[in-house]
Structure formats: C-alpha cells, structure tokens
C-alpha cells in the first residue's frame, strides 16, 4: 500500500533514496530546495519488514493560464524496477497526488537503459505512454550520458584505462600548473563569470548565480564546486554531486582564453577522484549527443567524455501518465513553442563553429 510522505517520514524517505542502487539526487528532498518554485511531494511503498522499499519525488508546478498543474518526477522512480506490485503502488499514489493538485499528467523520464524491455512493458501495462528519447537534447534530462564504472577500481586502474590522448592532455595540464582547487560559495561569482561566457560561447542559456548559489546550500555536502586556477587566475569550474552510489558532473565552464591549458581533463579527473574516496559505484558525465556523426556541433563533447573509457548509456526515455487528455495536449503543444523558442535564441547568442574536441566542456543542466 502506497502512503504520501509526510514531515515525519521524509528521513525515513531520504534515507532509502540514498541506499537504493536507482536512487537519484534528482529524486531527493534535497533537491526540491533547489527547485523552489516548484511544490514537492513524494509518495513511498513499505515492504513487509515495514522498512521502505520504494519511492517517488514529484514536482509540481501550475501551468500558467490553467486551473491545472503538471507533475514531473525526474529520473524517478526509485526502486527494484521491475517490481510491478510496487510500480503499481507508486502509480497509485501519484494518481492520488494528480487528484489532490489538478494535475493533468504525470512525467517521468527514469533512469533505466532502453533494452530493459521488462520495465517499458510494466510501465505500459499500468497505463503509461511510453516515449522514447531523441538523440538531441530534446527533453527535461538528457537521453544519452557517459557513465564511468569505478567500483571497486584504484585511480591507477582508472588512468590506465583512459584513451592515450586524455591521459597526455591531463598530464600536459599538469605540467602547464594548472592548479585545480576544491572551493566554496566565495568562488561563485567567478564561476558564474565563466559561466556567462561559455553560454556565450556556444549558444545554451545559461542559470543565474543565485542559482548556484541556492544549490551549494540546499545539497550541502552533496555538493561541490571545483575550479582551475592557472597563475593564480580561475579559468574554469565544475559542479559535481554525490548522492547515494553516483557523482554526477552537473556543470562545467571555462573561460575562451587558456584552454590550450587543458583544466577540463583535471577537472574531470578530480570529480571521478571524489567518487573513488566515497566508494561509489558510477561517475557519470551526464548528457551527450545520440548523434555520433563527426558532422554533430557536438561530436566534440562526445570524444573528449570518451576518453575517459565510460559506457555510452542509451535511457529508455520519457513515460507519461495522462488524467487530463485535451488540457495535455494543449499544454506540451504550448511547452513545445517554448521551449523551440528558447533554443532558437541561444543559438543566436552562441557560435555556429563546431569546438575542437579537446575544447568543448559544456554541460548544463536544463
């Protein structure tokens, strides 16, 4: 049986969340303080030793104009995924949380590979529509990431394993003195800096500081900002997570001068070096192109997070849960404009010209 989490079982929550292999910082309490403008919820299943055994974080927001809101639950749910009694029991709770908020859909786009065709067919015999990613940039989270299996590896193993040219290009930057330094909230304003001029760069929108600024506070330890210093300047900046069994690389920037430098491979070698020291299971590098053509403007994001030696990971895409058809289709005709909109703008900001591999670090968050 489903139950809403209340102030006095989100621990308990947050607590399974962590431990759980599909648990997620994206599905976690700590996020929705990222995400303010938005209302939390969560809905969580016990097993029959009473202790949690599956769960879901739902976002929801009004939609503007509508006596209706949209729930959203990324990378959820958490949980054995291929327990349909408990993927049963999470859909019934957020059908309860839809009721309760006017919701007219429910989206979920969960962290589950594309061939796990036991999952998709669960999802759809509970009544989701199921669809599959894109190979761009289309949706909420991205479709394809690089992940780094680092269970149980030393950092020897892990270099060994990096492509030729990464492995070169992260020494050079050694011996170039490029000093890659753990910081806090005080460096903010220059990451933020860089930020702007990486957006700029090459054409996506990009978060205000007091964005950052909210994240380090609300995520705490969970969180943290690295940056490159080259003679003493910053030059380029990081946001990683921990959570549960994963860092995530959330956000990079670096800044047009001093690339030849190379602080993007220290950068990245310090974040999977964060993942070691927590005994985590996976470094992910967060999102790329399912388009692998050299023609792809981002092909170079592509060969420099493959050099590192990670598994290219395909997600089996967005499921939707519809309890208001005719509201639903005008609202995702309505996002689709925007959302169509806010691209065309950033590529007018942004550069035509494809970056060199070793250049491109670019990964933000949508």
Known sequence: MFELVTKDTVREYEEFCQRCPKGHFLQSRLWADVKDSWTWEAVMVRGADNAVKAGLSVLIRKMPGLPYTL???????????????????????????????HAYALKLDPDVKSDDTRFIEIMKKLGYAHHPGSKNFDGVQ????????????????????????????LRLSIRKGVEVRLCGKEMLPAFSSIMQETGARDGFIVRPLS????????????????????????????????????V????????????NVMPNYQLQWEMIRWALETKCDI??????????????????????????SGELVEFCGEF??????????????????????????????????????????????K
């Not at 506070?217 to 690295?226: F, K, M, W």
């Not at 910053?234 to 946001?239: D, F, K, N, S």
């Not at 950033?346 to 010209?353: E, L, W």
Request: glycine share 8%.
């Open 71 to 101: 729930m959203y639950a990324a990378r959820g749910p958490v949980c054995d995924i291929h327990d349909e009694d408990a993927l049963g029991e999470l859909t019934r709770g957020a059908a309860a949380l839809a009721k309760k908020h």
């Open 211 to 246: 964005y950052f600024e909210k994240m380090l506070d609300a995520l705490g330890e969970h969180a943290r900002l690295y940056m490159a210093f080259w003679q003493d300047k910053p030059i380029a900046g990081t946001i990683a997570i921990h959570y549960g069994n994963k």
């Open 283 to 308: 470094y992910d590098f967060r999102g790329v192109s399912g388009d692998l053509t050299p023609e792809n403007p981002l092909y170079g994001l592509y060969l420099f997070k493959k050099g590192f």
């Open 142 to 169: 991205p479709n394809y990431v690089f992940r780094l299996d680092v269970k149980d590896k030393t950092e020897d193993e892990l270099l060994a394993a990096f492509h030729q040219k990464t492995r070169y290009n």
């Open 248 to 259: 995530w690389y959330l956000y990079g920037a670096s800044s047009n001068q001093y690339r």
């Open 320 to 365: 939707e849960m519809i309890y208001h058809p005719i509201v639903n289709y005008a609202a995702n005709t309505g996002i689709s404009k925007l959302r169509s909109l806010r691209h065309n703008l950033a590529v007018r900001r942004g550069s035509s010209k494809a970056p060199e591999t070793e250049k491109k670090e670019d990964n933000a968050e």
